[in-house]
């Protein structure tokens, strides 16, 4: 298992009580393995223990992205959230920490 | 085909690097605009209050700096025009001063433009239906009496107006982003507001730039490896007459702009790539090419426009009670035991005084608490310090001043090893709830109106 940040970088941003996380892949074999792998219910179990709602997937092919779009993950967010972390800046860092199984072909 | 329009941005947000426009046209000097963006999303709800107190204070104050940093380039013969949507609450005040400015700078040949049209405050304060809470649904007459501002997200049709009629500084209240790029592209290639093709690419080219620095490498992964990272520059498009554009930064500026940097940018702060709702267009970026155009160039092509939806977005506020946060160090063994603790004691130390929150928040700041519960490698005892951040929320302000004065006694009363208190008493904050709605461009008249900058 390696961090999902050696394969992929990211970054995230907030809209209201929601945040954007946009994920890429360092290569294009790694962008194959998170088109294939990371799924709405993989980035929601990972968000969990922040409350997350629901999570949508959008694919960017062309960016060789991935975009989760995470609604009420920020308590409340902007002027609102008591959280240290009010606007989901750290986000895109969380999940790049996410432990993922990939495995490059020899 | 024209040659392309240079378009920098000197201002991601009100608080950024105040002397970043006087050195890109120092860095620069052909470049055809400047735009600088000061409004977040509650940023008029702080306006409202500051200006409740002082009638002069509804606009990002820091612009008119930003325009007398300038005054040396423009009498020295320098063309760069600017546009801001720096007149927050009161573009009309905003014009106003610059316009002092540039007069008493022998500057009265440069034409200020204020735009506004965006306030629908008294739109929404006397519907009696309708404005839902486009987040949740919500019923607007659960907070209409408690409504601060209320402002659509104008597009860029009055600053394409007011630059066609001659201002050299454009300032506006509250605008889509990207109208402050896509304004100057309108007026410089005579599009109509109908050409959604070039629009959608001009609308990407201001997206990527309206954060400042971080088209180039600002707020990036892999920020701790690129090149001189300790001065990254401001950023520049140049947008092409198919609204396409190369991504890059002043030459001598530190970071990078690079496929990585342009794409992690594209994707900020967005919902459905496909449909990108801004006034101007609806605009899709899974047509879009990023290809590398050279060193620190980068070249964004292939955006696809449709026309916008007949409703502008509005972005509301509304007073939502008070809130704190106090904060102290805590070092020493079991340090993050003995701040959980000492945090719970000021709580119950309150609730015995009679104060009540409606919400209130412990957390020890080293252990992962951004995202608690998330991806913390280490376990709480193996750390010897942490940062105890106390919160708390209230309908009204007593409780929450009260708290205010908790926080200090933990010096004495706390375990050995408190320290880094220096900062003083948390200071109380109102809170402002954001309600996001939506309304009908009937409703809306964006205007503008040169100042005569011949006289006071």
């Known amino acids: 298992m390696i961090p999902l940040r050696e394969i992929a970088f990211a970054r995230s941003g907030d809209k209201g009580s929601s945040a954007n996380v946009a994920v890429f892949g360092r290569t294009p074999e790694a962008y194959r393995w998170l088109r294939d792998h990371l799924t709405e219910g993989a980035v929601e179990a990972h968000f969990r223990p922040l409350g997350v709602g629901r999570v949508t997937r959008y694919d960017v092919p062309n960016l060789e992205a991935l975009n989760f779009v995470l609604t009420d993950v920020l308590a409340g967010g902007g002027s609102r959230s008591l959280r240290v972390d009010s606007q989901g800046k750290a986000l895109g860092m969380a999940l790049l920490e996410l432990q993922v199984d990939f495995q490059p072909k020899k | ?456």
Request: glycine residues 12%.
């Open chain 2, 1 to 456: 085909m024209p040659p392309p329009l240079k378009i920098a941005n000197a201002s991601g947000f009100w608080g950024d690097q105040p002397d970043a426009a006087a050195r890109l046209v120092a860095a620069q000097p052909d470049l055809g605009f400047l735009t600088l963006d000061y409004l977040a999303e509650v940023s008029l709800s702080i306006m409202a209050i500051v200006r409740s107190k002082d009638p002069s204070a509804g606009y990002a104050r820091d612009f008119v700096d930003v325009v007398r940093s300038l005054c040396p380039f423009w009498s020295a013969g320098g063309a760069t025009r600017v546009v801001t949507n720096a007149g927050g609450l009161d573009p009309d005040a905003c014009a106003r001063e610059c316009a002092g400015v540039l007069r008493a700078a022998g500057l009265s040949r440069l034409k200020v433009a204020a735009v506004g049209g965006d306030d629908v405050l008294p739109v929404l304060g006397s519907a009696t239906g309708g404005f839902a809470n486009l987040e949740t649904g919500a019923l607007l007459s659960t907070v209409a009496p408690r409504l601060v501002t209320a402002n659509a997200y104008l597009g860029a049709g009055a600053i394409a107006d007011a630059l066609r009629a001659g201002a050299d500084v454009v300032i506006t209240g509250r605008v889509a982003d990207p109208s402050l790029t896509v304004g100057p592209c309108i007026a410089h290639f005579g599009w109509s507001p109908a050409d959604f093709g070039p629009i959608a690419g001009a609308t990407v080219a201001g997206h990527l730039i309206e954060c400042g620095t971080q088209a180039c490498g600002g707020f990036s992964t892999d920020w701790l490896d690129l090149p001189d990272n300790l001065s990254i520059g401001f950023p520049i498009v140049e947008v092409s007459a198919d609204g396409s554009c190369v991504v890059t930064k002043a030459a001598g500026t530190g970071g990078a702009v690079t496929a990585q940097t342009v794409k992690e940018q594209l994707l900020y702060e967005i919902g459905d790539p496909g449909n990108y709702l801004s006034p101007d267009a609806a605009v899709s970026f899974l047509t879009l090419r990023v290809e590398p155009a050279g060193a620190d160039r980068v070249r964004v092509s292939g955006a696809t426009g449709r026309a916008p939806t007949d409703s502008y977005k509005v972005s509301a506020t509304y007073r939502d009670g008070y809130k704190a946060h106090g904060m102290v160090t805590i070092f020493g063994h079991d340090a993050v035991k003995k701040a959980r603790r000492a945090g719970e004691g000021v709580l119950l130390r309150l609730q015995g005084a009679g104060c009540l929150y409606r919400e209130h928040l412990i957390e020890c700041l080293g252990t992962g608490a951004s995202v608690r519960g998330i991806a913390s490698r280490m376990s709480d005892t193996q750390l010897v310090e942490t940062v105890l951040r106390v919160s708390v929320a209230a309908d009204s302000r007593e409780p929450v001043e009260r708290f205010a004065k908790e926080i200090a006694p933990l010096v004495t009363c706390g375990p050995q090893g408190v320290t880094g208190y220096a900062a003083g008493r948390p200071r109380v904050l109102p809170i402002f709830g954001f309600w996001p709605t939506l309304v009908s461009r009937s409703a809306v008249s964006p205007t503008f109106r040169i100042l005569d900058g011949t006289r006071p």
